[in-house]
């Protein structure tokens, strides 16, 4: 059992998602950064790795891809300073990135080094369903990660049903077919997991794009298993240094 599969037995709801981009405020950020997130509250922490084309997000988290690039982040220097975290770490890992960057640095590498590391999943947007089950699917499981694949409101029963089965750890709920960071319907979105709750998935659920404050963090957990949050996030390491931003943060979350 890998710690997010151990995660979800814990603790079958309510589980809080936080996103950051790796490289961002600061190329060293990252050791803060999980080190207050772990100490305030997250559950579960996911690691954008920045591109230059981060198709499916918005604005603010593009932004910060872009500072982190500038600021000399690289999948190998995050790599190694997730492993220079990996004695503290408490909770389980996921790397977020597209395949370009990681085809640059080695599928097989990729995966062999993110799991020395400390990771326990993976999220590859731009990866489709049969090139990963074809020819990736392999290699994830040879290093003991689990693969996250998203769905959306417009994703079909049968396809949902399909990225289940290739999923392990959790699936992405997508709110809605738009970019991160952006105001959602949170009836609409209500409809759209009630119906994937309806579908019985073997994976627990997590809804991200548009989950901001507390609010919109319980209204998804009425629904799924808990709630990715990411941009709002991002917004407040402006506000301050790491730890000060992100306790406050989650406090606001969680309290």
């Known amino acids: 059992m890998n710690k ?9 709801g309510d589980i809080l998602n936080i996103y950051f981009t790796a490289g961002y405020p600061e190329l060293a950020s990252t050791t803060g950064i999980l080190t207050a997130l772990q100490n305030y509250g997250a559950d579960l922490i996911e690691i954008g790795m920045p591109y230059s084309d981060p198709l ?74 049969l090139e990963y089950e074809t020819g990736y699917r392999e290699i994830v499981k040879k290093y003991g990660l689990d693969f996250i694949f998203l769905v959306t409101p417009e994703t079909t029963e049968d396809r949902v049903r399909k990225l289940d089965k290739l999923s392990s750890g959790f699936v992405y709920a997508v709110s809605s077919s738009s970019t991160t960071g952006t105001d959602k319907n949170m009836n609409k979105v209500a409809t759209y997991l009630e119906r994937l709750r309806s579908y019985q998935l073997k994976n627990p659920v997590l809804v991200g794009f548009g989950i901001k404050d507390k609010a919109s963090f319980r209204e998804a957990c009425r629904y799924a298993n808990g709630a990715i949050i990411g941009t709002a996030y991002i917004q407040a390491l402006k506000q301050g240094p790491v730890e000060e931003s992100t306790r406050k943060f989650l406090e606001g979350i969680l309290n």
């Open 56 to 129: 499916a997000d918005g604005p603010v988290i593009q932004a910060s891809s872009m500072k982190a690039l500038q600021n000399g982040m690289t999948i190998a220097t995050l790599l190694e300073q997730l492993r220079s975290f990996k004695p503290q770490l408490k909770v389980p890992l996921v790397l977020m990135g597209y395949m370009n960057p990681v085809l640059q640095y080695g599928f097989e590498r990729f995966c062999a080094d993110a799991s020395e590391a400390g990771v326990s999943g993976l999220i590859i947007p731009d990866l489709p369903w």
């Open 4 to 12: 997010i599969e151990d995660l979800f037995k814990k603790r079958s």
